[in-house]
């Protein structure tokens, strides 16, 4: 099966600007995640949907970022208006559900903001 | 809040010899799960190896195997027959359910040929 799909792979974009990072979980996933992960550190949750159901969102910054999962489906997160500080990967991560624990992560968007 | 600790920033081994990574978790919880993930630079996540807390027995995967200490809340990862193919960042992650994964700091690993 294919695996959690994550685009675009690299995004330099100047201060101020918007940017969006798309996922698409693996089929039949119904809880997907969205992480922030800065260099040399471990990744941290930004928001957790089940199905199109953010369950969790409290380490999400709601003054500049925010996220859809509009079908159950896909998911993409956005930031308006990126800050340099924004730099950083955000890895976007699939499970089946509740009952089952392990998640799958896709490659990541690093994002540069010059 | 649960809180995952890597203690060893970096840790480096010859090739084919045995290496372990340290994890401490704190946690007030009974059932949980615990994991090592190894993200190499292409950046992606990989599962190494799992461990349900309500299981005594250490989980094993091939030359991956963790030492599981849950009173002490150890959760330590031995890699044995090390390979250059096993250079690579270690997250130690632990989580409840449905809950969302908490993850360590991070080792990175350096295999010496």
């Known amino acids: 099966e294919a695996g959690v799909v994550q685009s675009p792979r690299y995004k330099i974009i100047e201060k101020k600007q918007p940017v969006a990072f798309w996922c698409n979980p693996i089929?039949?996933?119904?809880?997907l995640y969205w992480y922030l992960q800065n260099l040399g550190q471990g990744p941290e949750l930004l928001i957790r949907?089940?199905?199109?159901?953010?369950?969790?969102d409290s380490q999400l910054p709601k003054d500049r970022f925010s996220a859809e999962r509009l079908k159950g489906v896909d998911s993409t997160l956005k930031i308006q208006p990126a800050e340099l500080g924004d730099s950083a990967v955000y890895l976007c991560?699939?499970?089946?559900?509740?009952?089952?624990?392990?998640?799958?992560f896709g490659q990541g968007t690093r994002l540069t903001v010059v | 809040a649960q809180t995952v600790t890597q203690s060893q920033p970096e840790m480096s081994v010859q090739e084919a010899e045995t290496v372990t990574l340290s994890c401490t978790y704190d946690?007030?919880?009974?059932?949980?799960?615990l994991f090592w993930y190894k993200q190499p630079p292409s950046r992606q996540m990989i599962l190494v190896i799992r461990?349900?807390?309500?299981?005594?027995q250490n989980a094993t995967e091939n030359r991956f195997s963790v030492n599981f200490q849950k009173a002490a809340k150890s959760f330590s990862l031995k890699i044995s027959d090390s390979q250059l193919g096993d250079a690579a960042m270690y997250f130690c992650?632990?989580?409840?359910?449905?809950?969302?994964?908490?993850f360590g700091q991070g080792t990175r690993l350096t295999i010496n040929p």
């Open positions: 946690t007030s919880e009974s059932d949980y799960y």
């Open positions: 992650a632990y989580k409840e359910g449905a809950q969302k994964l908490v």
């Open positions: 089929s039949g996933h119904n809880t």
């Open positions: 991560a699939s499970s089946r559900g509740q009952l089952n624990t392990e998640a799958f």
């Open positions: 461990q349900e807390a309500y299981k005594q």
């Open positions: 949907y089940e199905n199109e159901e953010a369950v969790d």
